[in-house]
């Protein structure tokens, strides 16, 4: 096999969760280019329709985070319509912003939404799995440094709250712990922690988006194409030696 031919997803069955979004579609795009079936898992069948109407072999499965029934019949669904789950993308969050000393239920659940979630799903994925599959988590740079508060001046909306970053930390973890639990298995856990990828409605806010690029190393936001050689390789052979990382794709913002 060539160099090459091992970022190849041929034949591969992969689901993407929150595969819509801003950067979900970006892993969308790339697994479906490196000719993959993706499945999102999403709550809202409009929105994907919205973005990949008419893609062949992009396809829609009802999924909600924080419900572990509705995960099971999303995973049971996509084996039984193809005999294998390859590759799990679990990129999607649920999570009420709040203040620095915000109320439990606040709390509990941006944890439930953004850790949680990520521990259902691999749970319940796993039976799915065979030696050679991957999952992928995806953390943040919020998961590894505390937030530039000074970046936020004049912007306060737009703060990373705690739990979000306690959580993704936590993901970061999770991924060391499954990928020694599941080694035996040949079932490889790594992750992908994403720096300044603002939306496009964030975007708008010219002065927030220069205060972010004076952080970056690399003196620029990131765009969400970028990610998406980092995902296929982790997804593909290319990386068949390589369980536990966390892949930092951030422009050199938690390099100092």
């Not at 390859?86 to 999570?95: E, Q, Y």
């Not at 521990?119 to 530039?148: A, L, T």
């Amino acid at each position: 096999m060539s160099v090459l031919d091992s970022f190849k997803l041929d034949g591969k069955v992969a689901i993407v969760t929150g595969g819509y979004g801003h950067l979900g579609r970006a892993f969308v795009e790339a697994l479906h280019e490196a000719q993959a079936k993706v499945y999102v898992a999403a709550r809202n069948k409009d929105r994907f329709l919205d973005v990949f109407k008419d893609t062949k072999n992009v396809e829609f499965v009802y999924l909600d985070i924080l419900d572990t029934n509705s995960i099971k019949k999303a995973f049971s669904f996509v084996y039984n319509e193809n005999g294998k789950i390859d590759i799990l993308v679990n990129n999607a969050v649920s999570l009420d912003f709040g203040s620095a000393f915000m109320d439990d239920e606040t709390w509990n659940r941006g944890v439930d939404g953004v850790l949680n979630s990520v521990f259902r799903c691999i749970r319940e994925v796993v039976p799915y799995m065979k030696k050679g599959s991957s999952i992928i988590n995806i953390s943040s740079m919020y998961g590894m440094v505390s937030p530039d508060f000074r970046i936020y001046n004049g912007f306060e909306q737009f703060m990373s709250p705690p739990h979000y970053g306690a959580a993704k930390a936590g993901v970061i973890q999770l991924t060391r712990y499954y990928a020694i639990k599941l080694a035996n298995k040949g079932i490889r856990v790594n992750c992908i922690s994403p720096g300044p990828f603002p939306s496009k409605f964030v975007q708008k806010f010219d002065g927030f988006v220069e205060n972010l690029k004076s952080k970056v190393p690399l003196g620029r936001i990131g765009e969400p194409k970028e990610l998406k050689g980092a995902l296929v390789f982790l997804a593909s052979d290319a990386s068949s030696f390589i369980t536990g990382h966390n892949l930092v794709v951030d422009g050199g913002w938690t390099i100092w």
